[in-house]
């Protein structure tokens, strides 16, 4: 079946380090691949997203590449700030009114 | 721009009452999905309704129902509340059903809570 893995958190790291979350999945066909990010308190809002291999997804200095050799869509970030902690999940969608399945989350804290 | 509105934001159930969320999709998004969300949990997929019919089912209790109406507004019943329904429940739409381009965008959420 369908499934999203991600690293396990928590992610703690110093602002300004480099960020890395990994996430591989498996599925069939060719689903579009997101992450998105929750604040404490507070609903789902999509990060990036990427429709196709090779494709790469970015914003506000997040990006991903939806590699599909590796079956994975791993989470960068240059430089992160105290701002972006948060949970983020990866996900895969296939469109047509089927549901988003999503990885279990991954916690980061960054520390001023 | 217009996003997914959900309400109420809060609620507060007793254990065996009956609750009824409300979601308004995006101006012109035809698919509506549901989202429960445990504490500490990823959110598990409950049902979606595409043009007014249900076009997917994930583990939504029978004690649940859900339906979309003419106005493409969702509403999720939730009847015989049991501690374990307290969660977020995540609405969320979508248009360009059935292509690659499309994209759920998701509302804040109710926070409900039985007690």
């Known amino acids: 079946g369908n499934s999203v893995t991600q690293m396990e958190g928590p992610v703690t790291l110093s602002e300004e380090a480099f960020l890395t979350i990994n996430c591989t999945y498996t599925?069939?066909?060719?689903?579009?691949l997101f992450w998105y990010v929750q604040y404490p308190g507070e609903g789902l809002q999509l990060l990036l997203k990427a429709t196709k291999a090779d494709d790469k997804g970015s914003n506000k200095g997040f990006e991903a590449t939806y590699r599909k050799e590796t079956t994975s869509f791993h989470l960068e970030k240059g430089s992160v700030q105290v701002s972006d902690s948060a949970v983020y999940f990866c996900a895969l969608y296939y469109g047509g009114g089927f549901k988003t399945i999503f990885g279990a989350g991954t916690r980061l804290f960054v520390k001023a | 721009a217009a996003g997914v509105i959900q309400s109420p934001r809060h609620l507060i159930k007793e254990k065996r009452e009956t609750a009824t969320l409300k979601c308004y999709p995006i101006?012109?998004?035809?698919?509506v999905y549901w989202y429960q969300q445990g504490p500490g949990q990823d959110p598990q997929f409950l049902i979606s309704f595409y043009e007014k019919m249900q076009s997917d089912k994930g583990s939504i209790p029978d004690r649940f129902s859900a339906q979309q109406f003419s106005d493409y507004h969702s509403e999720l019943n939730m009847s015989s509340l049991e501690l374990g329904d307290s969660a977020l429940y995540f609405c969320?739409?979508?248009?360009?059903?059935?292509?690659?381009?499309?994209?759920?965008?998701f509302g804040p959420g109710t926070r409900l809570l039985v007690l």
């Open positions: 599925a069939t066909g060719y689903p579009s």
């Open positions: 969320a739409s979508s248009s360009q059903a059935g292509t690659r381009q499309e994209t759920q965008y």
């Open positions: 101006p012109r998004h035809d698919t």
